[in-house]
Structures are given as structure tokens and as C-alpha cells.
């Protein structure tokens, strides 16, 4: 297979883990016999410092003309700290997933034995965790229209959804959980908000065309709960633009690193594969940044475009490297390990599957995320 893929490395570790992924994709390039062409691309600060935009029209139109975009991470200390910016490096990342349609996006979070211990949960409420939240991701607060009073003391950001907006990310989740363990659960504020009632309502409307899988409605802040104390009662989640990305951000707890998680943003025509991670500024260039989040997105790219083994070898060779403790300082306390060697030791133990007969239900488990 030949795909065009573009490179946003983008602030902080962004750069750093995104050429291991890239390292990853290149020996599955050569072990499996496809043509990938990558193309690299700016945005966040660094786009700002050289362009002064944070999403250059150039990157975009590089997106759109790509079969997928491999994403870093955004964000610099110098915008963090600064309340007062008008423009920020998120802004670049924002702008791309209107632009692109990335309205649907997907987190799948599983615990892995070899890594139960660095989980920050007693290991028999996180064994056996599997599950998958399917954000919204193009509409919402982090969308709607912004105001600033002029003495800078009354500020709003409007919530708002359409029907529409509401069910093609919805049909989605359910034909996940149609592949998965069969049972969907809307997390959302309906007690309080006019946005989540209308979500509750499409959502249960939608239902009645998928009666083989079960929705749950639940509260956020029930289900916040529930995640920690019974994470494996969960299969797939779905929810609004913030209340999943409070979600998927808590569910680090349950792995105990935010470096071990992935995310594809799907949309009619565009995709883009990025860890979950932030830019962790405070480490870049300090080779100590775990990349297996990075390299899980790149495998996710592989299934999204129907390269199973090949996503499997990946995932294969990443089990080998927590079973053998080739893993950063974040994973176990390791400190023998930086980036670059993980991702090499991964690279070098992608290949095909009839030259490893090792592979397990261990090792492809992380498939079960089911992108459509």
C-alpha cells in the first residue's frame, strides 16, 4: 500500500516522540512491502516563531492532500503562563480539526499485565480494564463563540450543539460497541445543561437502531467515579468535546502514564493519529519522554487504513519492550532507557507475523478500539 503521510511534530516532546513512530511505520515500510512518504509540516510555537501563525495555510492544505496526519503534541511554557495571550499554539490544533472534520475522536484505554504495578490503582480494580471513549471533537465550548467584557472582568464561552453534530459521532460509538462487548454509556451533565438533555435524547433516540448494544446514561461526575473504582464495568464511552476530554485525561490514573496513550481523530474524508499526551516541555531534549503512545497512534493509522498485521506486529513489539523493561523512566521507574532506544528497540522487533509466533491475545488486544 502507498500512503502520503504528513508529520506534525509540533512543541516540547512533540518532535521527539513522533520520529519514533515514524522510525516504527518506516520498518513496517520495509518488513511488510508498502511505499509511505512523510511529509513534515509546522504548527504550534514553533509555527508562531517562524510563520506567526499557529497554523500555517501550507500545513493545512499538506493535511488535506495526505491520506492521514501523524500529530506531536502543542504548547509552550511561555503561552501556559500567559493568561493574557490573544493567540496560543492550541489555536493551530483547534483550527486543523475544523478544518479537517475531525469530529470524532478515539481514546482506548487498556491495561497491559506486563505494567499492571504502574498503574495508581490497587491491581484488582484495573485488571482486565479495556475500554474505548468516543469524544466529540469539533463542537462544543472549546468551539463556541468567546467574549471578554471590556474591563475584563465578565468573560463567556457558549456551549453548542446541533442534532447532527450529535449523531454522526454517536452512530459511530455505537457501532463500536456492536463490535466490542456490546454496551454504551453516555456521560454527560443532562441534570444541568440544555446541551447534554438534547445529547441524552438523540442518544437514546439513536439506540433503538442498535438493540443489541446496551446505553447507560450517566453523570459526569458519577461516572468520573466510577472510572476509579470500577474502571472494567465500562466498554465504550461517549461524550461531549470537554466532558471527554476530562474523562480521557483521567483515565491516566489507570494506566499511571500518559505516555502509553494513543488517539485517532476520524472524520468523513481526514484523519490524524496523536498521542494524548501534552508537550511536557520541561523534558524536551532530555531523550526521557515516552514515545509507546506516539507508536500506538501510528499503529492505530496502520488499522484505520486495513493493515491489521501489520498493526499487530507493532503493538507485538511493543509488549516485548515492557516485558523485557526496555521502557522510559515513567514506566516502572526505569531510568536505563531514553526515547530514542525504545523506539529503536521497538523498530527493530516489527515483523511479520508468520517470522513471530509469539503473538497473543495480549498483543493485539489494543485493535478491539474498532475505527471505522
Not at 217 to 228: K, P, Q
Not at 334 to 362: M, Q
Request: glycine fraction near 8%.
Amino acid at each position: 500500500m502507498k500512503l502520503n503521510i504528513a508529520v506534525l511534530g509540533g512543541d516540547g516532546i512533540g518532535p521527539e516522540v513522533i520520529t519514533q513512530a515514524v522510525k516504527c511505520l518506516q520498518a513496517v515500510e520495509e518488513n511488510f512491502g508498502h511505499e509511505f512518504t512523510f511529509t513534515e509540516g509546522l504548527v504550534g510555537a514553533v509555527a508562531m516563531e517562524k510563520t506567526g501563525s499557529p497554523i500555517p495555510k501550507e500545513t493545512i492544505e499538506l493535511c488535506k492532500k495526505s491520506d492521514a496526519t501523524l500529530f506531536g503534541a502543542i504548547g509552550t511554557l511561555e503561552y501556559d503562563n500567559d493568561p493574557m495571550a490573544k493567540v496560543r499554539p492550541e489555536d493551530g490544533l483547534l483550527y486543523l480539526r475544523k478544518e479537517l472534520d475531525l469530529f470524532t475522536n478515539i481514546r482506548p484505554i487498556k491495561i497491559f499485565p506486563a505494567l499492571i504495578n504502574n498503574s495508581s490503582l490497587k491491581r484488582n480494580i484495573v485488571t482486565g480494564t479495556d475500554l474505548v471513549i468516543y469524544r466529540e471533537l469539533t463542537s462544543g465550548m472549546y468551539f463556541g463563540e468567546k467574549s471578554l467584557s471590556e474591563d475584563g472582568t465578565i468573560a463567556t464561552d457558549l456551549c453548542r450543539y446541533t442534532e447532527e453534530e450529535i449523531s454522526r459521532v454517536a452512530h459511530m460509538a455505537f457501532k463500536a460497541a456492536k463490535k466490542r462487548k456490546g454496551k454504551l454509556t453516555l456521560v454527560d451533565k443532562a441534570h444541568v445543561l440544555e446541551t447534554s438533555r438534547l445529547w441524552r435524547k438523540v442518544v437514546t433516540k439513536i439506540s433503538e437502531s442498535y438493540p443489541e448494544v446496551e446505553l447507560n446514561c450517566m453523570y459526569l461526575e458519577h461516572a468520573s467515579m466510577a472510572i476509579t473504582m470500577d474502571p472494567t464495568s465500562f466498554d465504550v464511552i461517549l461524550a461531549s468535546n470537554m466532558i471527554g476530554d476530562i474523562l480521557s485525561a483521567q483515565c491516566n490514573v489507570l494506566i499511571g502514564s500518559a505516555g502509553l496513550l494513543p488517539s485517532a481523530s476520524i472524520g468523513a474524508e481526514n484523519a490524524m493519529f496523536e498521542p494524548i499526551h501534552g508537550s511536557y516541555p520541561q523534558a524536551k531534549g532530555k531523550n526521557i519522554a515516552n514515545p509507546v503512545a506516539a507508536i500506538f497512534s501510528a499503529a492505530l493509522l496502520l488499522e484505520h487504513f486495513g493493515l491489521h498485521e501489520e498493526f499487530n506486529a507493532i503493538i507485538s513489539a511493543v509488549h516485548q519492550s515492557f516485558r523485557k523493561k526496555i521502557v522510559t523512566i515513567d514506566i516502572l521507574g526505569s531510568t536505563k532507557y531514553g526515547t530514542s532506544s525504545v523506539g529503536d528497540f521497538i523498530a527493530k522487533n516489527i515483523v511479520d507475523a508468520d517470522d513471530n509466533l509469539n503473538i497473543n491475545d495480549e498483543n493485539i488486544g489494543l485493535g478491539k478500539s474498532t475505527i471505522i
